[in-house]
């Protein structure tokens, strides 16, 4: 038998989590089974348990690709200005997210689930990480001319998008009035950083 490589390995943890993704926005964390991930995925069963052990791990990869999607790209293009990039995130990335289907009942029912916290605080964390780093690169470009401490700013940023982000899967896009608060955002981090929108 061929010895399966790593990178392999990988690309097909990723298809099953990509698979899988599709069940839990259908079912939530709690009602999905192996089962219906094997089925989504269309491998046998074998196949499935030889990538993951249980639900929660594939639950586990689904998040780390959604959360590096959420932010992975603020910061991350040098070739244009920090400003644009924070447009681009809030224009583009910030509003695909809101548009796409939902994690949130499942993420919400995992959390739940969890006898403690450390979980969520270590992807907190490694969120505001992101985002302060981001922040200060702007503030050292000269760009960003920061009204408040970064680090509560990256707080206020990685909040609203969460909120904005359970409040839109359960009442929809329009009843949210999500653009209109996604401009409202788009204005308050403008001054929090000591920019002027009108140019």
């Not at 009942?105 to 605080?121: H, W």
């Amino acid at each position: 038998m061929p010895k399966v490589t790593e990178s392999y390995r990988r690309k097909k943890q990723i298809k099953i989590a990509y698979a899988a993704k599709k069940v839990f926005e259908m079912k939530g964390y709690t009602n999905t089974s192996m089962k219906d991930i094997m089925l989504e995925a269309n491998i046998a069963r074998g196949t499935l348990y030889t990538y993951f052990n249980n639900v929660e791990q594939v639950f586990l990869e689904v998040l780390t690709l959604v959360d590096n999607q959420a932010f992975s790209n603020v910061g991350k293009d040098s070739n244009i200005t920090f400003v644009d990039q924070l447009d681009n995130w809030i224009n583009k990335e910030v509003l695909g997210l809101i548009r796409q289907p939902s994690l949130v009942q499942a993420r919400a029912e995992y959390f739940f689930s969890l006898d403690t916290t450390t979980f969520f605080e270590k992807r907190y964390n490694k969120f505001i990480e992101g985002i302060t780093g981001f922040l200060e690169k702007g503030v050292e470009s000269g760009e960003f001319c920061p009204q408040k401490d970064i680090r509560y700013i990256a707080h206020f940023m990685l909040s609203f998008v969460d909120g904005l982000m359970l409040n839109t899967s359960q009442l929809g896009e329009n009843a949210n009035h999500a653009k209109y608060q996604l401009d409202i955002f788009h204005s308050a981090l403008y001054n929090l950083l000591g920019l002027d929108k009108s140019k």
